[in-house]
């Protein structure tokens, strides 16, 4: 068995506990709540794209979302034109812009992460078929024989 250099015995733990491939779980202590809107966040987003060091930053975001639903539920139970309305509407207005700076500063928000922008969206986990999968193009007639209708074609 070849000898281990110094660096590479140093990094052993550091590579141990970062698991660079994986989606970072939410962290101990968190609400269930928090934890869902983090899980969801984390798995819409390519594996990686949240290093160490925006954790907390993502906890917060995760937090500011969840006081986000709390504050709109006490909103659609005050009558409207009360001072609890009026209260509950500042403070949801205040967390609601909190919250998008976060999601912005992680660039999570659809403005982020447009095509022209490395995109992080994972490109895996798209609702949307795939241009390649949608068949087309290719032949000199305009026919492609392939069998896939197009919305302009009409139904035979």
């Excluded at 966040?41 to 639903?69: D, I």
């Excluded at 009360?82 to 912005?104: E, P, T």
Aim: aromatic share 6%; proline share 6%; charged share 35%.
């Amino acid at each position: 068995m070849p000898r281990k250099s110094a660096s590479e015995v140093a990094m052993q733990g550091v590579a141990a506990a970062v698991p660079w491939d994986e989606r970072p779980d939410p962290p101990e202590g968190m609400s269930a709540a928090a934890a869902a809107i983090w899980r969801a966040v984390v798995s819409a987003m390519r594996p990686r794209w949240f290093s160490r060091e925006t954790h907390e930053q993502l906890e917060r975001y995760c937090n500011a979302m969840v006081e986000c639903r709390r504050l709109e539920r006490e909103l659609a139970r005050a009558d409207v034109g009360s001072s609890d309305y009026d209260r509950i509407s500042k403070q949801l207005g205040v967390i609601a812009a909190r919250a998008l700076s976060y999601a912005r500063a992680l660039r999570i928000t659809p403005h982020s992460n447009r095509e022209n922008k490395l995109d992080g969206r994972d490109s895996g986990r798209s609702l949307y078929p795939r241009p390649w999968e949608r068949g087309g193009g290719g032949g000199d007639d305009g026919a492609d024989g392939d069998g896939v209708r197009r919305p302009w074609e009409e139904k035979d």
